[in-house]
């Protein structure tokens, strides 16, 4: 009859009822005659039916039709079990239910191909994986299987993300912002459909981190990423989108294994804000470096707050300067100067100072700032950063005017040009001569190539509206051979212009190189550091232990290779911090 009812038929419910209420009254206060007579061959004939049913659903079905139908069919069951079956039966024939729908064809259904998992993923079918989310959950191993197949999935989309073809690079803003939609569509996945359930939860960070550190370019282009948020002119965006948008970038920031890296460049892009007053608010700034202070602690941000502080202090300075110059008399040679002091340990400055030679005014100007700096702190040197600093410039352009406009002679323009220190020095250059070639250029100013290169890229190669020197022959590149003449047919709508640095959209291979080496070269200081103050507190260690705890204390800035550990223990036990016991090599010894 049980049978007959599955099928669709209409049955007697109460002749059932019955039979099952007489088996259990013979039974005189034991299940022991509805079991056997009863019970287990209804079991036995009900795993039959439904494996039979299972196979007819699925050949027929898509996977969302095939979960809606389990889960009416085991609704079904259990109502049966309570209305007319012993109520003890609800949960043996449930379980042959799981069994047979929904163990014995896990796979089957969450890799159907156009309707299992992926297919609802890739269609953004949340309310179909929210149901078979709740049908797996019922079995042992059915999570699993589910998320097995969420992370394949994820990973393969990650991958995608993160590569780049040889020698391209992607746009940075677009790298991390595709990676951003990709994390908010997991998570919205992961609370609609998925219950936050903690093991979903875990493999999506997992998969995150693992596709973020496929490429190592991930640490600069999140610094970039964020530098693009904090600076001026974010087109509508409010403060509190800004917020958003950084907590996400925040999240992203927690996978990568290099932290360090990313310290370094935020350092850099953190300072030419600074400098050039391109932050957005000094409120998001400092917002900003709390969050990476609540993630990696004090250490990692102490030189980010000091350069605040040095901007702070060289305001006061300059204002002591100014009063200076106008109690004193100095003369600053018509140059309107404004100095940031800074520390050397807390910015991003080349360890060798990159030569440049400064037109005479503006280096008598500084001497005077040099003197009177050097009369207030003794014993601190100051060393002039070319790299970091900019000018306005007043400039005349003698353009001959259109005949029919009636005036003799040339007509002069006048313009400020809003310049970096490099393009300042090779402009000044053109006060005394009417043209120059690239081989004079780079003699007389002594700029290193790269920054030459650029800043000649930015007066002679940029926008029509930006190029303030006419170079010949007209290319895009800078060569050698090149000869330079101020552009006398330069116009603009504003008085003042900027001119734009040519762009460096990440760094060049060579700079990350450099960058890579310099990161390379505090690592292994850390590491020493990390080694030597293990071993002072445990006084003997093993190889594998100390190698263990080195990488567990520095994993938070990043992850340190046991071969790279190796070597510093081996240069400690040359400088004598360290040594091994005599009676096994493989153990260290702290040396007071």
Partial sequence: MVARERRGEVVDRGAVKNACQMLMVLGIDSRAVYEEDFELPFLEQSAEFYRLESQKFLA?????????KVEARINEEAERATHYLDKSTEEPIVRVLEAELIC?????????????VVHMLKNNKTDDLGCMYKLFIRVQEGLKTMCECVSGYLREQGKALVTEEEGGNK???QYIQDLLDLKDRFDHFLHESFNDDRLFKQTISGDFEYFLNLNNKSPEYLSLFIDDKLKKGVKGMSEQEVEVVLDKAMVLFRFLQEKDVFERYYKQHLAKRLLLNKSVSDDSEKNMISKLKTECGCQFTSKLEGMFKDMTVSNTTMEEFKNHIQTSGTSLHGVDLNVRVLTTGFWPTQSATPKCNVPTQPRNAFEAFRRFYLGKHSGRQLTLQPSLGSADLNASFYAPKKQDSGSSGPQVRKHILQVSSYQMVILMLFNTRENCSYEEIAQETDIPTRDLIRALQSLAC??????VLSKE???????PNDAFT???HFTSKLHRVKIQTVAAKGESEPERKETRSRVDEDRKHEIEAAIVRIMKSRKRRSHNLLVAEVTEQLKSRFLPSPVVIKKRIENLIEREYLARTPDDRKVYTYVA
């Fill in 60 to 68: 027929e079905n898509s996977a969302s039709v095939y979960i809606k």
């Fill in 462 to 467: 940029g926008k029509p509206t930006q190029r």
């Fill in 171 to 173: 746009n940075a803003i």
């Fill in 104 to 116: 014995k064809h896990m796979k089957t259904i969450v890799e159907m191909e156009n309707s299992g």
């Fill in 473 to 479: 022959p007209k290319s895009k590149e800078i060569e």
């Fill in 486 to 488: 101020v552009n006398d």
